[in-house]
Each structure stands twice: as C-alpha cells, then as structure tokens.
C-alpha cells in the first residue's frame, strides 16, 4: 500500500520504545476517545478504492476481513473465515463464521464476498484494488479493452461480463475460489483491506457509501469533516475476536507533519504514526516525549523515488535513470536527516519479507559521482530543472530537499523539491500523468509476501503502477512464481521478477526503516504492527 508518511523498515530485531523492552505500554481500561493524527484520504472509503494510508488507516479499523494480520508477527489469522481449505492451490472452498454482523446490523453472508469482489473487479468500475483480483478465473472478461486509454470502456472495448466465473456462492456461509493458475499464496493475501465484504447497501450508492461506509469490523463510522476529521465509535455487536478498547477514535486530518507532532506535545492528539524528519535529528523525539512514550520497531516499508519518464522523454535512457540513482548519497542523507535511524536500500523489496534478497540494486544504489557523471553524459544529459514531486503532508521536504541538493552537487543537474498540498493530490496528479520528472513514494506491505512489492507496483494493471511499467517477461515470471508448489520455488522466481525491475531501472530504491511512533500521556497499551502503523484498536486510555 502506498504510504504518505515518512517511516520506513529497519533491520531491528526486536522493539524498543521509551524505557521498555516490550513493544507496548501497558495500565489501560475499556472506554475513553483516542484521537490519532492522519491525513486526507484520497478516495471515498470504499474499501476496494483505498490503495494509500490516509484512508487505510481508517478502514484497518473499520474492516473485518476472512483473513486478520497478527500485529507483531504480521502472522495470517482467522477473522471471518472458519476455514480455507485446497486441494490444489487452485480452486479454495471458505468457510465463514455465522453471526458477523455489518455495522447496518446485517449478517456478513458469502454472497457479501462475491458481490463485493465481483463489484472490484469489474473493470468499467475502476477500483484500485481491481488488480488484485487478477489471478481468478474470469478476469480478463471484466476489463476493458478499447485502446482510447481515456475512455478504454467505450464501444466494442466494454467489458464481456460483470461477474468473475471464479467466484460461485454455495450457500449462506460458504463460497467458492477458482483462480487461472495454481496461487499458492492466495489464502494469505485474503486480509488485505480491497478483500473485505460489503453490505447489500453499499449498491445502492457506492460513492455515497464511501462518504459513510458500513462495515463489519470493531469500530463503525460516525461523521467525516473535510480536511478536518473522521470519527469512529465502538461496534458493540461486533462479533470477532480482534476488539477495540477506546470508545471512539478519532482521526483529526494535518497538512503537515511538525504541525502534527506539535499537537501531540500540546496534548491535542494522542498518538503520531510518524515522528517527522525535524525531531528525529539528534533524537530530539526522545526528550520532547520522555521515557515510554515513543517507540522503534521494525516495519515492512521501503521507500523509493519514482520517475515518470514515460511523459518525460529526458529520464527515458536508462543510463540517465542510473546516473540520478548514483547522484544520491543515501548514507549521509540517513544520517545527516534520519540521524542513522534509516538503512540505504538495496533493493526494491523489503528485508522483513521472506525472500529478501539483498544487493538487486548492484552499483546503482551506491553514491558514486564520477561514474553518474559517464552514465549522464552516455546517456545524454538532462538540461533544464527536474524537479522532485513530494506530498507537503508526509514530512518529507527535508529529504527530498537532502536529495536533490545530491544530485545537484554530484552531476550538476538543476534538481528542485516540490510540493503538492497533500498526498491525495499528489496520487491524483500521478494517476492523471500531470507529473514529470521524479516522485517520492513509499509501500507497505498489505501482506506479507515478496510477491506484494512487485505486483500491485509493476503489474501492467496495477493500480499504483504510476510508471507504465509493461514487461511481458516480469508478467509470465510473476505468474509462474504464483504457481510454484514450495515458498522456496516461487521466492526465486519472485527474485528473478525483482531483477527485471533493476533491468529497466523504474523506480530509484532510496532506504529501508523503521516505524518511529509517539503518543501523549493519556493513552497506554501502545504498539506497532509490521505494517508501519499503531494498533489502534488495541490502545487504551489511561484510568
């Protein structure tokens, strides 16, 4: 999922936060509001159209899905499903549990999976998370074909169906998955939020819906004031067993990220998902909070600098690409800006994941000028500004500015950071090929597997695919590794995939890190999850 904050994944084992061992706090009782700092989400909360953060965040909380992610161990659990089950790794009977109820107080029915998953896919629908659903039988004949990229859904280009023939409901509590090809790994991607079921009402007006979605998950929703906040309260009918403790949570919204961590000092907010760049400096962060109320922990974050040369003819030569990478001094920009906090990447994959491999990247993520500067000439140069797009909500213009001043100073290219008000604006830019130059972006797993850092980003489909990327060896490679019969089989051939991505040089891998989180006095029983983000759900506030 793309992130709009600034932490990313370190090689830590363990976690350590204030004057703990543990990765929590603890003394906390049932009730009370958590108010949490976030951002604009940059769709409706549909949650088969959330692809970013901003609304991530909320619908985590919102959302029950089959599968549930264990917070320390990113581990798949059983949430909805009483069981998956396959003989094949090819067609998968689920199971549900009976008793689920949407927030509307409807039961959670196997017909809410299939119509939900079937309204993704359908391609004239255009959900982000459409792609995921690329591997069950039938989905080719839900996307649009026409060759007018505007408007591909017009004429003979429409779509032939509007239902996967891989989905089949076989009675209240039970449905069935076929998918093309053999997908060893389906069950585990099944708790990714564009998974989640809808309730019948959601067709009545799904724009309106994401305005005031229903769900089935611990908190259900209350009100969203544009630019302002987005207010949860408790479920009490939920039915699961991942709870939430606080009576409401609250999502106040910032535009910038120090504004954010001054209100948490002030005590208006009481937990940040990211300490931001200014405070990280000589740890600052721990002395303006104080021991216990902060917390280091490993994550599954990589982030990256995109590069739009399919609208910027000046980045199209790959050695033009190389040469920026070269330009970057990733080393002193960790520990001049992140103060050592972050690790230089390496790669395009994330080190926590099964399958890391570590050094794809080869010479072109190692700062190196007086090669940049041959690469950019062969390549045949850049002349004029190229500018460094970045989201003035993330904490993100003191690296990016870092960044640039590198690439200055190493091959003499007019590099300049530059802003959008939000990373809603940015993703919308992006999406309508507004931006050139390069883009900063970051992922977080939405499961854990290798696979997740190379389809939804470099798929010919995929949703947060900003670059065009279309390699047919990548694709046939991708599909292959899904049908290996062991992880070890499929984690090489994933490997392989991520080595086409270094091939062609789509993004610029800039660092791994880590989730760097505070909170205020008021709350207790704070933790983070591999996914970047603090549990919510399981905080507390003070007795």
């Known amino acids: 999922m793309a992130i709009a904050s600034i932490s990313a994944v370190a090689l830590l084992a363990t976690a350590c936060g204030g004057s703990s061992d543990d990765d929590s706090t603890s003394g906390g009782a049932a009730g009370g509001e958590i108010i949490s700092g976030g951002c604009n989400p940059e769709n409706p909360l549909v949650a088969g159209n959330t692809a970013e953060t901003c609304g991530g965040d909320v619908l985590d909380v919102l959302t029950a899905k089959l599968i549930h992610y264990n917070p320390e161990t990113a581990e798949p659990e059983n949430d909805i499903a009483e069981s998956i089950e396959t003989k094949d790794n090819q067609t998968f009977t689920v199971k549900i549990k009976k008793g689920y109820k949407f927030h509307d107080g409807t039961e959670v029915l196997a017909k809410n999976f299939v119509d939900a998953w079937n309204y993704t896919a359908y391609g004239p629908n255009g959900q982000q998370g459409g792609y995921f659903y690329e591997p069950f039988e039938g989905y080719a004949d839900l996307q649009c074909t026409g060759e007018d990229e505007e408007k591909p859904c017009e004429g003979k280009g429409n779509a032939k169906k509007k239902e996967l023939t891989g989905l089949k409901v076989v009675d209240d509590h039970t449905f069935t998955i076929k998918t093309s090809e053999k997908v060893s790994n389906l069950p585990l991607r099944l708790g990714y939020t564009a998974f989640a079921p809808q309730p019948d009402s959601f067709f009545d007006d799904p724009e309106a819906f994401g305005k005031a979605p229903i769900a089935a998950g611990p908190y259900k929703f209350e009100s969203w004031e544009e630019n302002s906040s987005i207010n949860l309260s408790k479920f009490e009918d939920y039915a699961g067993d991942f709870g939430g403790n606080a009576d409401k949570i609250t999502f106040k919204i910032f535009q910038d990220s120090d504004a954010e961590y001054t209100a948490l000092q002030a005590g208006e907010i009481d937990v940040v998902r990211a300490i931001p760049a200014s405070a990280l400096v000589d740890d600052k962060f721990k002395t303006d909070l104080g021991e216990g109320r ?31 990478s070269m330009a970057i001094d990733r080393p002193t920009i960790v520990k001049q800006i992140f ?35 041959k690469l950019l000439k062969e390549g045949g140069g850049y002349e004029g500004k190229l500018t460094l797009t970045y989201n003035g909500d993330g904490g993100h213009k003191e690296w990016t500015t870092a960044v640039c001043n590198s690439i200055n100073k190493a091959i003499g290219i007019d590099c300049v950071a530059t802003p959008t008000v939000d990373f809603k604006t940015m993703l919308t830019k992006l999406g309508n090929d507004e931006l050139k ?46 049908a290996a019969e062991t992880p070890e089989e499929a984690n ?15 993004t ?6 880590k989730t760097i989180i505070g909170w205020s006095e008021k709350v207790t029983d704070v933790q983070a999850t591999p996914f970047g983000s603090p549990d919510l759900a399981a905080m507390s506030v003070k007795e």
Not at 358 to 370: A, I, L, R, S
Not at 492 to 506: M, R, S, V
Not at 508 to 513: H, V
């Open 508 to 513: 610029i891998p800039t660092w791994y890190g």
């Open 339 to 373: 103060n050592g906090a972050f690790t230089p990447a390496t790669g395009w994959v994330s080190p926590v994941v099964d399958g890391y491999k570590e050094g794809t990247c080869g010479e072109y993520c190692e700062y190196n000028p007086e090669k940049a500067k």
């Open 437 to 482: 130059g390069l883009f900063r972006m970051g992922w977080v797993m939405d499961y854990p597997s290798i696979e997740n850092y190379l389809a939804p980003i470099y798929g010919a489909k995929a949703a947060s695919n900003y670059y065009s990327y279309n390699n047919k060896d990548f694709q046939e490679t991708m599909t292959k590794a899904g």
């Open 294 to 324: 902060y917390l280091e922990k490993a994550n599954s974050t990589l982030q990256f600098i995109g590069l739009n040369y399919h609208v910027d003819p000046k980045l199209k030569d790959i050695k033009v690409r190389q040469a920026i």
């Open 492 to 506: 090489k051939l994933y490997q392989e995939a991520e080595g086409l991505i270094a091939e062609e040089f789509t």
